[in-house]
């Protein structure tokens, strides 16, 4: 019994197989397999063809591809070409302007692939060079027809680059003239007027031209009557009825599922306003899923195997799929908004308000079905212009008084709380009043399908914006509550090694670009039109990340909002790479070398000043920015050099010299313009040097270069330190210099490795100078440790009654 369904089964799984393998492999597998078949035990097996290195160019872009693709492109102008009803002119252009826009995609995507082609196949040419002229000696015959064959095959290459070239113009104009076209036609419709439904002209007309309209109405309705008696007969019953019994459970799940989901929401996250957000968050997406699985669950019970089912019920159908998400979305708004529990709603409200506007997304639900079902009206039933006309005023009058209702219940809301803040509910309240007044005015004066577009672009924005809300509410809620350092996520982010700093950044950081994006969608949406089309949507939202891409060159500067992501994550990229390898050079490769630290800071800022050079690099390639857009640039800067920027190349010239001969390192003692003191940082533009008095000088570069420097450190070792006192004669000098070194030796910071010495350097005036050296201990300021020096030996000379005259001079520190 087991080995039947495998039996017919294995051919199905081995065609999937071999579909799936790469068509050179399966061409190759086949011509190995006839050549065994062919071949006999006796015969040695031939030699397998060599796999070549390069893909077949005909594999990637085929000339049965290339057909297609111009054939498509033709198609497309001549079918934009032909003239169509009124009512249909929008939906053809619609689906033409879809065509034509995967046709470009299409012509990019091969361009794309098969433009390294080319330059692979003239790196070969260049290998095997040029071919000998007539007085050289003639090179191998294999050589000739491998440059025979390579030259072949670019010119190939050559000729399928222009031919999707072509076609990749002729698409984008194509997109052009079709998006023009079309926003012309919906320019045209929107200021088309009828006559007023309140007259009498408007009715003789229709009466007129009722007949056909109702022959098609008829015949529509016996299509869907057949369609359902055929659905519930027989065998096909039992289906129908099990479709619409999952359907059925699906939504009775999706209703009980509330109280579930907010058990779990109380369980995992922290009180406060994030529960009821992320709630109705969920919920709303297990609302979206389940009616439309279970509409498109029915109807497939209905649909399957039906033959009475013709085009125009099956297309009505998918309109209305589309509307059914957007239907549970504003059910579950409903439910979970104005929910009976207080803590459970997002927008804090009175329950009277909330148990008034409890039917207002039932209606709003219903209202998106009928919409659905007036779509199919307006594009494919084939009535005449005024019944269509009349059924989008109906609807427009239907809708409009909700926007009259719900602003009355808010103004009832905020009479009753007159000490509530001051909100942007009364503007809210009078631009749905304002809209609802227009679109009254505007059916009853003639202008139908601007009233219509203007209540159904209402419609799909209040819908899509609560939903962009109620994430942007969730991810900002998630970012100040669950994901900072001191919540219960960024508390486990912070014990695996991350810094608490950078987890708070995070999260303030990641819900500010996800509202971005949101804004970003909102903008698509906004000005996709009035159908909502997830696919218009969808492109609408690539053309503002990247711009219209057939526009640009490769040479031109372009701005795209990828592009402007791109350079603000450059920076924050690259400085934390660059962090990262200056703590690589810190900690594990400077302490192997035998460097000074003057080096190492030499080191350092090289590295640092070309790797923020190559993200300039970067961030200018990602805006289209090459040398040769840029030579006006490198034209200004060179008059601005040679007139006002003289200093600060020069300065910056002077700091590249600093760093590369280093006569002056970090950490040594100058003297320079007047000023003594210590180098603490060496710049591409500027030195600073750290005073006595702790203030800090920065000077130029190109002072250090120009003007006389002393460089103290260069004269004794560094860390060390020189004493001088002044005794008279009567002193016993052989005891005061002793004590002078034993006080110095004795000294807590001083380096016991270099021992102290003492030396005479001058009689004279009845008195001797003494002159001590030390070092201090390394990583130390040299000059608090010969402080230290200083207190300890006068402490030890007057222990031992030594006179001390007053001094002429004490030797400042010198390192």
């Not at 807590?748 to 001058?762: F, G, R």
């Amino acid at each position: 019994m087991t080995s039947k369904p495998f039996r017919v089964l294995f051919p199905v799984l081995a065609i999937l197989f071999m579909g799936l393998m790469p068509p050179s492999l399966t061409v190759q597998h086949a011509a190995q397999a006839a050549e065994t078949a062919d071949s006999t035990p006796a015969t040695a097996p031939s030699k397998q063809p060599a796999t070549p290195l390069i893909s077949d160019i005909s594999v990637v872009a085929s000339d049965a591809t290339l057909d297609q693709m111009g054939s498509e492109i033709r198609s497309i102008y001549q079918d934009s070409l032909k003239n169509y009803s009124k009512s249909e002119n929008a939906a053809v252009f619609a689906s033409l302007l879809k065509r034509a826009t995967v046709a470009s995609t299409r012509a990019d995507a091969l361009l794309a692939k098969i433009k390294p082609y080319e330059s692979v196949y003239q790196s070969f040419l260049d290998i095997l060079g040029k071919p000998p002229g007539k007085d050289e000696a003639p090179e191998a015959a294999s050589m000739t027809e491998q440059r025979k064959a390579l030259t072949a095959k670019q010119r190939d290459i050559s000729g399928r680059i222009t031919r999707l070239k072509l076609y990749q113009l002729e698409a984008q104009q194509l997109v052009d003239e079709l998006r023009q076209h079309g926003t012309a036609i919906q320019q045209a419709t929107l200021t088309q007027r009828f006559p007023s439904p309140i007259g009498v002209n408007f009715w003789t007309q229709l009466v007129a031209s009722s007949g056909d309209d109702a022959n098609r109405v008829s015949a529509f309705a016996q299509e869907t009557g057949s369609v359902l008696l055929e659905a519930f007969k027989g065998r096909h019953a039992l289906l129908t009825l099990g479709c619409m019994a999952v359907s059925g459970l699906l939504l009775a799940l999706y209703f009980f599922c509330h109280n579930i989901v907010r058990l779990l929401v109380a369980r995992f996250l922290p009180t406060g306003r994030i529960r009821p957000i992320a709630a109705t968050v969920i919920c709303a997406i297990i609302s979206i899923l389940a009616w439309a699985f279970a509409f498109r669950i029915t109807w497939a019970g209905i649909a399957f195997n039906n033959p009475a089912l013709g085009e125009d019920l099956d297309t009505l159908a998918d309109m209305v799929a589309a509307q059914v998400p957007l239907c549970g979305f504003v059910i579950e708004l409903g439910i979970s908004l104005l929910s009976r529990k207080p803590e459970w709603r997002v927008f804090p409200m009175p329950d009277k308000i909330a148990r008034n506007l409890r039917l207002f997304p039932i209606w709003f639900a219903v209202a998106l079905i009928i919409r659905g079902v007036l779509r199919y009206v307006d594009t494919k039933s084939g009535l005449s212009i005024l019944p269509i006309q009349l059924m989008d005023g109906l609807y427009t009058l239907a809708v409009s008084p909700l926007l009259f209702a719900i602003p009355r219940q808010l103004r009832l809301s905020a009479e009753e709380n007159d000490d509530a803040q001051p909100t942007v509910a009364p503007f809210l309240r009078t631009v749905a009043m304002a809209i609802s007044i227009v679109c009254w005015l505007a059916v009853l004066s003639g202008y139908i399908p601007l009233a219509y577009t203007i209540i159904s672009w209402v419609s799909v924005m209040a819908v899509s914006m609560t939903g962009l809300l109620l994430i942007s509410l969730l991810a900002t809620a998630l970012g100040s509550s669950v994901f900072p350092s001191h919540g219960p996520i960024g508390q486990h982010l912070v014990q695996l090694g991350l810094a608490a700093r950078l987890v708070d950044q995070a999260s303030v950081v990641i819900p500010g670009l996800i509202s971005v994006f949101l804004l970003v969608v909102a903008f698509s949406v906004a000005t996709a039109g009035a159908d909502f089309d997830p696919a218009q949507v969808g492109n609408r939202i690539l053309y503002v990340f990247r711009g219209q891409s057939g526009a640009s060159t490769e040479d031109s500067f372009h701005i795209s909002l990828d592009a402007i992501l791109l350079c603000a994550l450059l920076p924050i990229i690259g400085y934390y790479a660059i962090r990262i390898l200056k703590n690589w050079f810190r900690q594990r490769f400077f302490p192997t070398t035998r460097l000074d630290i003057g080096v190492q800071a030499s080191i350092m800022n090289i590295v640092s000043y070309s790797a923020w050079i190559l993200i300039g690099l970067s961030m200018a390639s990602a805006l289209g920015v090459t040398m040769k857009s840029m030579t006006w640039v490198v034209s200004a800067l060179s008059v601005g050099i040679g007139f006002g920027l003289q200093s600060i190349v020069q300065n910056f010239v002077s700091g590249i010299i600093l760093m590369a001969e280093r006569p002056v390192s970090i950490g040594d003692v100058v003297d320079i313009a007047g000023a003594h003191g210590e180098v603490a940082r060496i710049s591409v533009r500027s030195t600073n040097i750290k005073l006595a008095d702790g203030s800090t000088m920065i000077v130029p570069n190109s002072q250090f270069i120009t003007s006389a420097v002393r460089n103290a450190t260069r004269a004794e070792k560094p860390g060390v330190f020189t004493i001088v006192l002044q005794l008279p004669f009567t002193s016993d000098l052989h005891k005061a210099m002793d004590v002078m070194v034993a006080s110095m030796a004795a000294t807590k910071n001083v380096d016991p490795k270099l021992t102290p010495t003492v030396s005479i350097t001058s009689v004279a005036d009845g008195s001797a100078l003494l002159t001590g050296t030390a070092r201090a201990r390394t990583g130390l300021d040299t000059a608090s440790v010969r402080s230290e020096a200083l207190y300890d030996m006068w402490q030890a000379f007057q222990e031992n009654n030594i006179p001390i005259s007053v001094p002429n001079m004490l030797a400042p520190p010198q390192a």
